[in-house]
């Protein structure tokens, strides 16, 4: 998944955090599972092309999508983020 959002410049970048424990009510139960937690660079104006692609991939049903804005950043980093969601 990672590799298509950054090959489809949906994501400047992806890091991925293994080992990652999640328990949560899933159909009326409590579940627990091993995941990977995606941290998913992108811009605003990408965001709703982004989230229904992890939804096409996603094994889940439902996937965690939740954004956080950047508040601030390195205009370098910035800069690079948009060049690297452009569409071609």
């Known amino acids: 998944m ?3 959002l950054v090959s489809e410049q949906l994501a400047a970048c992806v890091n991925l955090i293994a080992g ?3 328990i949560y009510r899933w159909e009326g139960k409590v579940a627990r599972d091993r995941e990977v ?8 104006e990408r ?3 982004l989230e229904q692609r992890v939804k096409e991939l996603h094994s889940y049903t439902t996937p965690e999508v ?22 071609s």
């Open 2 to 4: 990672a590799e298509a």
């Open 20 to 22: 990652i424990e999640s």
């Open 37 to 44: 937690l995606l941290i998913i660079k992108t811009t605003g």
């Open 47 to 49: 965001y709703e092309a």
């Open 66 to 87: 939740i954004a956080f804005s950047i508040e601030r950043g390195s205009r370098e980093y910035i800069d690079w983020l948009r060049r690297s969601t452009e569409i």
